[in-house]
């Protein structure tokens, strides 16, 4: 009875982002996630459920607040600890969402600047309201996307876009973005990547790679859209996944010189220094 529910919910929403923006979703959700957090004051400082529900969260809909208060610590932990940035490296994070991945910069250790890009005007106006400036900036992106909603704002101001100034970066990451990217989007976020960063500066992408994902998992990447497999053709952006040689190739393409790719079960990582 649960299985065939979720398959019925997840046939009118492939991904949970698009599940995130239905208004009785937002409000019943809400509500069942604010009972079930009550009683941990922890939990009282977290974006409100529908936008976790945004940046992903598995199949825990409503009971997601220790997954999302932990999400981003291990990529911390491992950037630092492989010296692919310092404690007063100036960042930038693109797909920034409701800043699960940035909270963790708000500790007193941080030394640095760091600026957020996201498409979803939501996401920018809740983090520009709960993340202290001139420290932390975030900026909305014109692009557009199957998956998540965006502002209105017309192509010449797409074409135009430039996300930071040129090398003004020592470190450029996004986690759980290139898994919602087809291949055109991709080459132009690593080209602004490479021309933010610094001589040496890093650049660190998570994204499904054909040869690590675990297959059926739920994902399939059954569909071709160029160079990019897609889990579902009426929604690409919904889950994307691309082969290692194609993502080094983009990398190289886009002007970095050491190109690596860490193999996972679930996202890989692309590790690039220019
Ligand atoms: C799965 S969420 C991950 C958010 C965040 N990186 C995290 O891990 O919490 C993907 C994010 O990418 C953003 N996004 C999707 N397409 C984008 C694009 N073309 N340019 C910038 N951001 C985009 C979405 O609005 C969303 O916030």
């Known amino acids: 009875m649960a299985a065939s529910i979720i398959k019925l919910v997840r046939k009118l929403y492939p991904s949970n982002s698009l599940l995130s923006y239905n208004p009785v979703f937002k409000v019943a959700g809400n509500a069942i996630a604010n ?12 974006p409100p459920n529908h936008l976790r529900v945004r940046v992903g969260v598995g199949t825990k809909i409503v009971n997601n607040h220790a997954h999302h208060l932990q999400i981003g610590s291990q990529f911390w932990i491992e950037c630092f600890a492989r010296g692919y940035l310092t404690a007063s490296a100036d960042i930038m994070e693109i797909g920034c969402g409701c800043g699960r991945i940035a909270a963790h910069l708000k500790a007193d250790y941080f030394s640095g600047t760091y600026l957020g890009i996201d498409i979803d005007p939501e996401m920018i106006d809740y983090c520009r309201a709960h993340f202290p400036a001139p420290k932390f900036v975030f900026a909305l992106s014109p692009h557009k996307s199957s998956t998540y909603h965006s502002g209105e704002l017309s192509s010449p101001d797409c074409e135009l876009f430039t996300i930071a100034q040129p090398e003004s970066r020592d470190f450029v990451f996004s986690t759980s973005l290139f898994t919602h990217l087809l291949e055109n989007e991709v080459a132009f976020y690593l080209q602004q990547s490479f021309r933010a960063l610094r001589p ?75």
């Open 35 to 46: 009972l079930l957090g009550a009683p941990f004051p922890e939990f009282r400082d977290l």
């Open 200 to 274: 040496k500066g890093m650049a660190v992408m998570s994204f499904f790679c054909m040869e690590s994902v675990e297959m059926g998992k739920p994902w399939t990447f059954s569909h071709r859209a160029g160079n990019a497999f897609v889990d579902d053709e009426r929604y690409p952006e919904a889950a994307v996944a691309y082969g290692t040689a194609s993502m080094v190739e983009m990398a190289k393409e886009a002007g970095f010189s050491e190109v690596a790719v860490s193999g996972r079960r679930v996202q890989s990582f692309l590790i690039a220094r220019k």
